[in-house]
């Protein structure tokens, strides 16, 4: 790339900037959470929005099956493609829905209001910043008059919150995209080469009812369930000596999320479910996991009378693996980050789980950038008053236009 094309990508984003904060703001006004996963009409707001900006938008609707499959409403998919010349495909990949806002906002969580130059709002860390990180990166590529060997996809997706199979895994299997490289959304401040994979489980534990006034005559499903808690959290202490290797990840954690049960205050409880989330380290083979955690399970309701247990998988995410040609990814990235952000960017591992791993499942080389701040923590990523400092984003779009148009060069 010339100096004279670098400086011309880079004032181009300039120059949109505040463009590429209008797009995002109507995005974090449409409130996509999931649950309930309801999407579709949100969308195709978001496909309204990107036409404006001159995109040829494809939507891919998901068959109501699968998308109920995965305890969704409904899910269309938005790809992007623009073809510079023959070469390879590069595709930037963000999710557009949402965990719930919960409790705690200063701000109204889908009302994208600007604070000290911060955008607050569901979401707008957590990936719709980069729906417009990517989509005015390829703009500018595209308006820059660039000769490239290859084509930009944005893989813009909705289900990432329950997994991504209806996302990326859906597009990935019905062949309607093969990209040979895969940006995933992330943050600006560190480039993600791993990442932890994550066992979701349902248990049921089912006794008998009983009149309160004579418990004896009953088999109460919450004090099994009460042992069978102390025997996870005492197995979950046990993770903390088995540590990873990837920088930036640690050790192995479980955490019961969910707990629901019982008929009424005079009632002996005769069914108690619970919901865990285990989290696995990239070296950790996740089907030995599933069942190690299923048979200590079954070992210690097994040891109570009266009292049986049946166990559901809900989710099974793969770690995220490098995949042979990852290191190109980090280094394009890299330069251009140091550059743009005027620091050292490490690649590392983050304990969190995203779709990068189906890209990396499929065997493409995948690697997670994009805006943000050094850490989901610092965003407020999945809290109360989430946000993103405008200027990440900008600075990301950069980085992202000027290593795409590396990737792709003649």
């Known amino acids: 790339m010339t100096p004279e094309t670098r400086r011309t990508l880079l004032d181009l984003i300039d120059r949109q900037h505040e463009e590429a904060v209008v797009f995002l703001a109507a995005l974090v ?16 707001s978001a496909a309204a929005l990107l036409e404006q900006q001159g995109f040829t938008v494809e939507r891919h609707p998901v068959p109501p099956t699968l998308v109920a499959a995965q305890g969704m409403v409904s899910v269309t998919n938005l790809v992007v493609r623009h073809r510079f010349g023959p070469g390879k495909v590069v595709a930037l990949n963000a999710h557009g829905d949402v965990v719930p806002p919960g409790e705690g906002w200063t701000l109204p969580p889908y009302g994208a209001e600007i604070r000290d130059g911060r955008m607050v709002g569901r979401g ?3 990936s719709k910043s980069d729906f417009a990180t990517y989509g005015f990166a390829l703009k500018a590529l595209i308006d820059s008059g660039i000769t490239l060997a290859g084509t930009v996809e944005l893989h813009l997706t909705y289900d990432e919150e329950t997994g991504g199979l209806v996302g990326p895994g859906w597009l990935l299997s019905e062949g309607v995209v093969k990209p040979d490289y895969v940006i995933c959304a992330g943050f600006s401040y560190n480039i993600v080469v791993a990442h932890n994979g994550c066992l979701h489980l349902e248990i049921r534990i089912e006794g008998k009812s009983a009149h309160a006034a004579r418990p004896d005559t009953g088999v109460d499903a919450l004090e099994a369930a009460n042992r069978l808690l102390t025997s996870l959290y005492a197995l979950r202490k046990t993770y903390e000596s088995t540590h990873s290797a990837v920088d930036g990840i640690d050790h192995p954690t479980l955490v019961v999320g969910l707990i629901a049960g019982g008929i009424n205050t005079n009632v002996v409880p005769d069914v108690v479910t619970l919901r865990l989330d285990r989290r696995m380290i990239p070296e ?12 200590h399970i079954k070992q210690v309701c097994s040891a109570i009378p009266g009292i049986t247990v049946s166990i559901r998988r809900v989710l099974l995410a793969e770690p995220l693996r490098p995949q042979p040609g990852y290191e190109r990814l980090v280094s394009v990235l890299q330069h251009h980050a140091e550059a743009i952000i005027g620091e050292p960017i490490p690649a590392n591992g983050v304990p969190l789980y ?6 990396s499942a499929a065997g493409i080389p995948t690697v997670m950038y994009g805006a943000g701040p050094r850490s989901l923590l610092e965003a407020n990523g999945h ?20 290593s795409v148009a590396d990737l792709l060069a003649l």
Not at 384 to 395: Q, S, V, Y
């Open 29 to 44: 006004r449409l409130p996509t959470d999931n649950p309930p996963g309801d999407c579709a009409a949100a969308a195709e």
């Open 124 to 126: 707008v860390a957590v």
């Open 284 to 295: 950790e083979n996740p089907a030995e996991v599933q069942a190690a955690l299923t048979q």
């Open 354 to 359: 995203a779709d990068a791993r189906l890209y």
């Open 383 to 402: 809290r109360a008053d989430e946000n993103l400092l405008l200027e990440d984003l900008r600075k990301a779009t950069k980085v992202i236009a000027l």
